[in-house]
Structures are given as structure tokens and as C-alpha cells.
């Protein structure tokens, strides 16, 4: 097929046993079907990167305004994902288990030695 102002292209349609249907194009005529099911493989594993890394990091919540604090909390975001990544490869567990486990373990000790104290209802 030929894109204006592009030139030629070949396009893929896929179809999934539960009936969605997904297209893609590529600039690449001589793409093997096996080549195409390996890129849709990466593609997949890079949607599920920035799923995790917005789900579990927070990278898209920098309410800095100064170019310098939005790349440190990029930095340290990009930095806690790798984190939790390694320790999922190691102990075979999810993302969302060991989030929750960093969470319960910091209610855990906050419960135990409260540093804030609410103040008694006055009505």
C-alpha cells in the first residue's frame, strides 16, 4: 500500500480469539510473520513497562515546576521501578505484592511509635 506523503507501507491486521481487532504499518516490506510476532511481543513488554512504572511509581505525579526537580523525580522514579523490578526477577512476586509489602510494613511501624497524634474531637 502506498501512504501519501510517506510512500509504501504494508499493513498487518490481528485479529484475537475474543474478536478485538488490531492494525498495525510498517515501512518494512520484507517483514516475516515471525519477525512481526516478535516486535508485537516488545511492544507488549514496553506497555506493560509504562503501566507498572505509572501504577506503582508515580513518574506522572512531578507537581514540581522547575525543570531540575521534574528530572530528579523522574530520576528516582525510573530509580524505584528498577529497584522493584530486581526484587520481582528475585523472588518471583508481583508488583503489586511487594508495593502492598512496602506500604503495610510503613503502616506496620508507624502504628507502633505514632510521630503524629490527632488532636481529640471538640464537638
Given at each position: 500500500m502506498h501512504l501519501k506523503g510517506f510512500g509504501l507501507i504494508?499493513?498487518?491486521?490481528?485479529?484475537?480469539?475474543?474478536?478485538s481487532i488490531e492494525y498495525w504499518?510498517?515501512?518494512?516490506?520484507?517483514?516475516?510473520?515471525?519477525?512481526?510476532?516478535?516486535?508485537?511481543?516488545?511492544?507488549?513488554?514496553?506497555?506493560?513497562?509504562?503501566?507498572?512504572?505509572?501504577?506503582?511509581c508515580g513518574i506522572q505525579h512531578a507537581s514540581a515546576r522547575s525543570a531540575r526537580a521534574q528530572r530528579n523525580h523522574i530520576g528516582f522514579a525510573l530509580r524505584a521501578f528498577l529497584r522493584l523490578e530486581v526484587h520481582s526477577l528475585r523472588s518471583g512476586r508481583s508488583w503489586?505484592?511487594?508495593?502492598?509489602?512496602?506500604?503495610?510494613?510503613?503502616?506496620?511501624?508507624?502504628?507502633?511509635?505514632?510521630?503524629?497524634?490527632?488532636?481529640?474531637?471538640?464537638?
Open positions: 504494508r499493513l498487518f491486521k490481528f485479529v484475537a480469539i475474543n474478536g504499518a510498517t515501512n518494512r516490506l520484507d517483514l516475516h510473520p515471525l519477525a512481526r510476532l516478535r516486535y508485537s511481543e516488545n511492544a507488549w513488554v514496553i506497555e506493560a513497562y509504562h503501566r507498572g512504572i505509572k501504577q506503582f503489586f505484592d511487594l508495593k502492598f509489602d512496602i506500604i503495610r510494613s510503613a503502616v506496620r511501624a508507624y502504628l507502633a511509635t505514632p510521630s503524629l497524634a490527632l488532636l481529640p474531637p471538640t464537638a
